[in-house]
């Protein structure tokens, strides 16, 4: 990844290092920009405010800054698209995603604007998970644990001690202890450490980490370790330009390494005003032109939201979600409504559908063993090409079409219809061989919802269900010569009734102290992104509470 530096520095954040406290000064002035903060939901722009809200009901403790960062939108993409490589994506990656500057460096390519344009407006980020590239990255004792560390680092190749000289003393200490120790010196999250190593040197470990690497050149690097590659240029060696590094800081131990990166990343970034995984990404923090857009860390534009997901899964894991957590969330001047995924796909065809998942693998076959085509990303849209195409592994797939034509096949119950991909908004959807409908309502409105004339509804004992009568969860709906188990939203017992067993069996759920059928999965999936959590239990008991309709 490339690195970027920035000649002057501008501390805009003093560090009183809490959660709880917001550190950035209410008022920054300067010639160019002024760039203030101003807590609570109610100072953000109205586009923010619903999904905040949402968050807020969720997580009482959690509290939301909004950064107005006084650049306007259109200056920000005209300077984050000014210079190739700034802004990259994987090269495997969907054609509209990539630019034609036909450059690449270490698998990346260079980022179009429309997907920068997506990735960096922060609104497309306000879920329970996305939201924590903003939380703030400061060290905090009672939210922040070794064991928390420990979760992050389990299936690494960090999951051990290590033995290494320290102030001519052999000491023997694990990794999770060490990045705790480089938390409390650098005064920055331990969560955000251990996700960042991560990143730089994957789970199993680079050569910048193995204490042992011959370069290109022939050189012998021994001794030295760069956990954060700083200094790993991607022209030439990367490896060895990051090992040079180090052997000029003298990191010679893991420990070392660890600690004095961590210690760099704070004093360049976190104690500098870039103190969210977001502004490491984006530097829109400063005063003056020649203080912005340049300083970043690292140039793939999805690590913020990669980062996210791992500290999201963190915190739930260690059950931290009730800390008193801070977000701060930047705002630019002028934003246009809405910057959806890039796509030359025309949403309102019947034929159109979303990618309902993360990480979901078109495949040349259908079969979970059949090879990649390539990695589609959640909300990206597609065509559908047939429907049910063919069963394996236990999976029902269809036949999809990409937006630059390459076609593959996907498990059914990773789309959804464009038209009809709001379960709070819409009557009916089909999921698979499930129909999940909304509650309460009659056949004749379901069928009027699937737009369908011929059909029946028939109970377990195979008794034929009027029209005016209310569907419930079990019933079989018939049409164009299929079957469909239908799924009433919400009864999560599957009993036809919701109420508090409903969403008591959610959070059980959640807590791992029960687990939901593949039938209780579908009714608890009232956000339609195959996640189960907090966010679905809340949504079921506002709506017995008559506060929500799903």
Not at 425 to 434: A, C, L, P, S
Request: glycine share 6%.
């Amino acid at each position: 990844m490339t690195r970027g530096k920035k000649s002057v520095l501008i501390i805009l954040i003093c560090i009183i290092l809490t959660i709880e406290l917001i550190s950035i000064p209410n008022n920054v002035k300067a010639s160019t920009y002024t760039q203030t903060t101003k807590n609570g939901i109610s100072n953000f722009p109205e586009t923010y405010q619903a999904k905040l809200k949402e968050l807020q009901s969720l997580h009482s403790s959690w509290t939301f800054t909004a950064y107005y960062t006084g650049i306007s939108w259109d200056e920000f993409i005209k300077q984050e698209t000014s210079l190739h490589l700034r802004n990259t994506v994987i090269k495997s990656s969907n054609s509209l995603w990539k630019d034609t500057c036909n450059q690449v460096a270490s698998g990346y390519a260079c980022a179009s604007r429309a997907i920068l344009q997506y990735y960096s407006d922060p609104r497309n980020f306000l879920t329970e998970s996305g939201i924590f590239q903003f939380l703030e990255m400061t060290y905090n004792s009672s939210s922040q644990t070794e064991q928390g560390v420990q979760g992050i680092i389990a299936s690494t190749f960090m999951n051990k001690s290590i033995t290494f000289n320290l102030n001519g003393q052999e000491v023997t200490m694990p990794y999770s202890q060490i990045i705790m120790e480089a938390a409390r010196e650098s005064k920055m999250s331990p969560y955000s450490i251990a996700i960042k190593i991560r990143q730089e040197v994957g789970n199993n470990g680079s050569n910048s980490v193995s204490g042992y690497y011959v370069a290109k050149n022939g050189t012998i690097y021994e001794g030295y370790y760069n956990f954060f590659n700083y200094g790993a240029y991607d022209q030439g060696d990367a490896i060895a330009n990051g090992l040079e590094y180090a052997k000029n800081k003298g990191w010679t131990n893991p420990y070392i390494a660890i600690v004095e990166g961590a210690k760099l990343m704070a004093n360049s970034y976190t104690n500098a005003g870039q103190n969210t995984a977001y502004f490491y990404k984006w530097d829109v923090v400063g005063n003056e032109p020649s203080q912005l857009f340049s300083h970043q860390y690292m140039t793939n534009i999805q690590d913020p939201s990669s980062q996210a997901k791992s500290l999201f899964n963190t915190y739930t894991t260690n059950n931290l979600l009730t800390s008193p957590l801070n977000f701060i969330i930047p705002v630019f001047e002028n934003m246009p409504n809405v910057n959806n995924l890039p796509t030359t796909i025309d949403e309102k065809l019947s034929t159109s559908y979303y990618v309902n998942g993360t990480g979901v693998r078109l495949r040349a076959t259908p079969s979970t063993s059949a090879s990649i085509l390539a990695t589609l990303s959640k909300n990206e849209v597609v065509t559908l090409l047939e429907w049910n195409s063919a069963t394996a592994n236990d999976l029902k797939w269809a036949r999809i079409q990409l937006s630059n034509g390459n076609i593959g096949y996907v498990a059914n119950k990773y789309l959804l219809p464009c038209n009809n991909n709001n379960t709070s908004t819409k009557n009916v959807r089909i999921d698979g061989e499930y129909l999940i409908i909304s509650p309460n309502k009659t056949v004749s409105q379901i069928a009027s919802a699937l737009n369908v004339t011929q059909y029946s509804v028939t109970k377990n004992d195979k008794t034929q269900v009027g029209t005016n009568e209310i569907i419930q969860t079990g019933y079989i709906f018939t049409m164009d010569n299929k079957t469909y188990k239908v799924i009433v939203l919400g009864d999560v017992y599957t009993d036809g009734i919701i109420d508090s067993r409903d969403y008591m069996k959610i959070k059980n759920h959640i807590m791992a102290t029960s687990i939901l059928n593949i039938e209780g999965i579908k009714a608890a999936n009232t956000y339609v992104d195959d996640i189960i959590d907090s966010r679905d239990y809340m949504k079921i008991k506002n709506h017995i509470m008559g506060t929500e309709i799903l």
